[in-house]
Each structure stands twice: as structure tokens, then as C-alpha cells.
């Protein structure tokens, strides 16, 4: 019986079944100690975001606790696969391994910097979110546009200030890493961004400004223009009462459409869109155009119904109809004039309007009036002869 033992535990110490056992149990111990340490670590840092997966500390937090058990289990692999007497599979998982652990301090900085960016990033996304809070940014742009979903303004303004900061933060963590390929182009694209960043903030400076300085000169101009009656005017000259969008309203929009114009042009200028700032300017001439023919025509329109109202009492409806007609025809004319829409053919077209005109009341006069012509002439000739003798 004693022999029959040592015989047993020759062949079980000749073969290779110690290491596969131990190989498997340090599997088993590894997976269970990696997986406690990434769970661990995921925990540590929900409770770093209030226990909430779905922020970003937790998301983050899950993705470090996998990284971390995953390393840990191909640690354990190695190690297994080694004392299992393996060496056709574990030396390739070493020397991967010895490639990341001389990789791992570049791994390191760039967590650095990821954590730093992140602080960075919450801080200015909570002082940009406390700010347009206080300042009630939300409810004004509702108020203003009509639209209640703008009141989640602030919110949406410090997400965009939060990921703008983080992706300042990339280059370093991608230069941290020591990936070339791209670094460079990114780092290219940062050295632009940087360099025009001080003309769009100048821009956006001046768009603001604007914003502000027009409100205020449009409330001031729309209540002058009430104050002075021009509501009035322009009621009477079209000859019906606007009760919404009264016209003192529209002369303080007008207003601020200017200084938002002139703001645009001082962006462009400041963005270096020369081609952008040309093509303001030329809307801006013809809309200045456009207001001076629209101001024309009003005036014109008003002047025939005050000439209309002056004669009724002196002269035939037919005489006073030629008359506003004439004048509503010069005001038209002058105001397209002044658009140059059509430009010759609308002067060519005016006086062949007007020489038609004109030849026919004059051949009306000559034929119609051919008897009253002869005992006018006759008359003037008789008064001559009597003049003589």
C-alpha cells in the first residue's frame, strides 16, 4: 500500500497537473480581487458625483473601474498562464504587458490632465451657470422671443462653455499620449482657433454692446415719435388707424435694425469677412433706400389727399381725381427713381406717360374747344383792330 502512494505521487509531481490547479485557483482569486478593485474604484467615484451614473463623474468613474479590471485580470493571466507552465501563450501577454508598463507614465499624465480638464471645465461651466442665473438670462430671452423653452438659455450656455474647455485640453492629452498623427493636425487647428479667438470674442463683444445700446435707442425713439404725433400722421395719410405695430413702433425697430447693421459690419470687420461686410453694406444702402422711397411715397400720398381736401370746394371731382393722380404718379416715379429699380426704362417710361399725357389734352383742348378757340381769337383780333383806329 505504501508503494502503491509513492508510486501515485511520482507520477502526479512528473506531471504538470500542480500548475494547472494552481494556475486556476490564482485565476480565480485574480478575477475576484480585480473585480472587487474595479467595483471599488467605480463606487469611489459615483459617490465623488452623488451617486449618479448618469453624470459625468459616474460615467467616468464605470469606464476607470472596467480599465482597472481589465488590467488587473491580464495581470492575472500572465501570471497564471506562467505557473501553468505556458510560455507559448504567456510570453506574448508579457511583453505586452512590459510594453504597457513603459507606456503607462504617458498613460498616467494623460489622466492627469483629463482629471484637471475636467475640474477646469466644471468650475468655469458652474461660475457661467450661477452668472446667467443671477442675471435672470433665461427668462429675459423668453420674455423677449415669446418662446418659453429659452429659459434652459443658461444651461445650455454652460454646457457649451464646459466641453469648449475640455476640448482645449485635448491637444495636451493627445500630446501626453505621444500620438503624432494627430496631435499635429489638432494642434494645428488649436493655433487657429487661438489666434482668431480674440477677434470673435471682440465681435461678439460688439453684437452685445449693440444689442443693448439699440434697445435703448429704440424705446427712445419710438416714445419721441409717438410724443410728436407721427402715429397720427401716418394714420391719416393711409387713411385707416394701426392699432397693432403702431407706426412709432416700427420708426423704434427701424432704429435698432440700424445699430444692428452698423454692429454686423464692425463684427465682420473685426472677423476679417471683407466679402461678408460688402454684402451687409449693400443691403444696408438699399434698405436705407427703400426706407427714403417708402418716407417719399407717404409724404406723396398725403400731399394728394391734403391738395384733394383743399380744392373739393373750387374745382370739379374729375379736376381734383387728375390732380391726386399726377401727384401719386411723380411721388411713384420719384420713389423708384431713388431705388434704381429699372433705372432708364423707368424715366423713358415716365415721360412717354407723361408726353401721352400731355398730347392728349392738348389735342382734347384743340379738337373740343375749336369753336371757343375761334371766338376767343376772333375777339383778341377785334380788340386789336379797335387798339389801331
Same mark, same amino acid.
Given at each position: 500500500?505504501?508503494?502503491?502512494?509513492?508510486?501515485?505521487?511520482?507520477?502526479?509531481?512528473?506531471?504538470?497537473?500542480?500548475?494547472i490547479?494552481?494556475?486556476?485557483?490564482?485565476?480565480?482569486?485574480?478575477?475576484a480581487?480585480?473585480?472587487?478593485?474595479?467595483?471599488?474604484?467605480a463606487?469611489c467615484?459615483?459617490?465623488c458625483?452623488?451617486?449618479?451614473?448618469?453624470?459625468?463623474?459616474?460615467?467616468?468613474?464605470v469606464?476607470?473601474g472596467?480599465?482597472?479590471?481589465?488590467?488587473?485580470l491580464?495581470?492575472?493571466?500572465?501570471?497564471a498562464?506562467?505557473?501553468?507552465?505556458?510560455e507559448?501563450?504567456?510570453?506574448?501577454?508579457?511583453?505586452?504587458?512590459?510594453?504597457?508598463?513603459?507606456?503607462?507614465?504617458?498613460i498616467?499624465?494623460?489622466?492627469?490632465?483629463?482629471?484637471?480638464?475636467?475640474?477646469?471645465?466644471?468650475i468655469?461651466r458652474?461660475?457661467?451657470?450661477?452668472?446667467?442665473?443671477?442675471w435672470?438670462?433665461?427668462?429675459?430671452?423668453?420674455?423677449?422671443?415669446?418662446?418659453?423653452?429659452?429659459?434652459?438659455?443658461?444651461?445650455?450656455?454652460a454646457q457649451?462653455?464646459?466641453?469648449?474647455?475640455?476640448?482645449?485640453?485635448?491637444?495636451?492629452?493627445?500630446?501626453?499620449?505621444?500620438?503624432?498623427?494627430?496631435?499635429?493636425p489638432?494642434?494645428?487647428?488649436?493655433?487657429?482657433?487661438?489666434?482668431?479667438?480674440?477677434?470673435l470674442?471682440?465681435?461678439?463683444?460688439?453684437?452685445?454692446?449693440?444689442m443693448?445700446?439699440?434697445?435703448?435707442?429704440?424705446?427712445?425713439?419710438?416714445?419721441?415719435?409717438?410724443?410728436?404725433?407721427?402715429?397720427?400722421?401716418?394714420?391719416?395719410?393711409?387713411?385707416r388707424e394701426?392699432?397693432?405695430?403702431?407706426?412709432?413702433?416700427?420708426?423704434?425697430?427701424?432704429?435698432f435694425?440700424?445699430?444692428?447693421?452698423?454692429?454686423?459690419?464692425?463684427?465682420c470687420?473685426?472677423?476679417?469677412?471683407?466679402?461678408?461686410?460688402?454684402?451687409?453694406?449693400?443691403?444696408?444702402?438699399?434698405?436705407?433706400?427703400? *426706407?427714403?422711397? +417708402? /418716407?417719399?411715397?407717404? #409724404? %406723396?400720398? !398725403?400731399? &394728394?389727399?391734403?391738395?384733394?381736401?383743399?380744392? =373739393?370746394? @373750387?374745382?370739379?371731382?374729375?379736376?381734383?381725381?387728375i390732380?391726386?393722380?399726377?401727384i401719386?404718379?411723380?411721388?411713384?416715379?420719384?420713389?423708384?427713381?431713388?431705388?434704381?429699380?429699372?433705372?432708364?426704362?423707368?424715366?423713358?417710361?415716365?415721360?412717354?406717360?407723361?408726353?401721352?399725357?400731355? *398730347?392728349?389734352? +392738348? /389735342?382734347?383742348f384743340? #379738337? %373740343?374747344? !375749336?369753336? &371757343?378757340?375761334?371766338?376767343?381769337l376772333?375777339? =383778341?383780333? @377785334?380788340?386789336?383792330?379797335?387798339?389801331?383806329?
Open positions: 500500500m505504501h508503494g502503491f502512494f509513492q508510486s501515485l505521487w511520482r507520477m502526479l509531481s512528473g506531471s504538470n497537473l500542480p500548475g490547479i494552481g494556475g486556476i485557483v490564482i485565476l480565480l482569486v485574480g478575477w480581487v480585480a473585480a472587487w478593485i474595479g467595483r471599488r474604484i463606487k467615484m459615483q459617490l458625483g452623488h451617486e449618479d451614473e448618469t453624470c459625468s463623474c459616474g460615467r467616468a468613474g469606464i476607470i472596467r480599465v482597472v479590471y481589465y488590467l488587473l491580464l495581470m492575472v493571466l500572465t501570471w498562464l506562467s505557473v501553468m507552465s505556458m507559448f501563450a504567456a510570453g506574448p501577454l508579457r511583453e505586452f504587458l512590459a510594453v504597457l508598463a513603459g507606456y503607462l507614465p504617458h498616467a499624465g494623460a489622466v492627469i490632465l483629463a482629471v484637471i480638464a475636467w475640474v477646469v471645465a466644471g468655469a458652474n461660475i457661467v451657470r450661477k452668472i446667467l442665473y443671477h435672470h438670462t433665461g427668462e429675459k430671452l423668453a420674455a423677449h422671443t415669446g418662446k418659453p423653452e429659452h429659459t434652459s438659455a443658461p444651461e445650455t450656455a457649451v462653455v464646459y466641453y469648449v474647455v475640455y476640448l482645449f485640453f485635448i491637444p495636451a492629452i493627445l500630446n501626453a499620449l505621444q500620438i503624432r498623427g494627430i496631435t499635429e489638432l494642434g494645428d487647428m488649436f493655433e487657429k482657433i487661438l489666434f482668431y479667438l480674440p477677434n470674442l471682440a465681435a461678439v463683444l460688439v453684437i452685445l454692446i449693440a443693448l445700446v439699440g434697445t435703448f435707442a429704440a424705446g427712445i425713439a419710438a416714445k419721441a415719435a409717438s410724443a410728436l404725433g407721427f402715429d397720427r400722421f401716418v394714420n391719416k395719410a393711409l387713411g394701426i392699432t397693432v405695430n403702431t407706426p412709432a413702433v416700427i420708426v423704434g425697430k427701424l432704429v435694425l440700424t445699430v444692428m447693421v452698423f454692429a454686423v459690419l464692425m463684427a470687420e473685426a472677423l476679417q469677412l471683407t466679402r461678408m461686410a460688402e454684402l451687409v453694406m449693400i443691403f444696408a444702402v438699399f434698405g436705407g433706400n427703400l *426706407l427714403l422711397s +417708402a /418716407i417719399v411715397m407717404l #409724404i %406723396g400720398f !398725403r400731399l &394728394a389727399e391734403f391738395t384733394a381736401e383743399l380744392l =373739393r370746394e @373750387k374745382c370739379s371731382p374729375l379736376a381734383i381725381g390732380l391726386r393722380a399726377v401719386i404718379f411723380f411721388t411713384v416715379a420719384l420713389a423708384l427713381s431713388n431705388l434704381d429699380i429699372g433705372g432708364t426704362v423707368v424715366m423713358i417710361g415716365f415721360a412717354m406717360i407723361l408726353g401721352t399725357a400731355c *398730347l392728349a389734352a +392738348a /389735342i382734347a384743340g #379738337i %373740343g374747344g !375749336r369753336e &371757343a378757340a375761334a371766338r376767343y376772333d375777339e =383778341r383780333t @377785334k380788340c386789336q383792330h379797335k387798339a389801331q383806329d
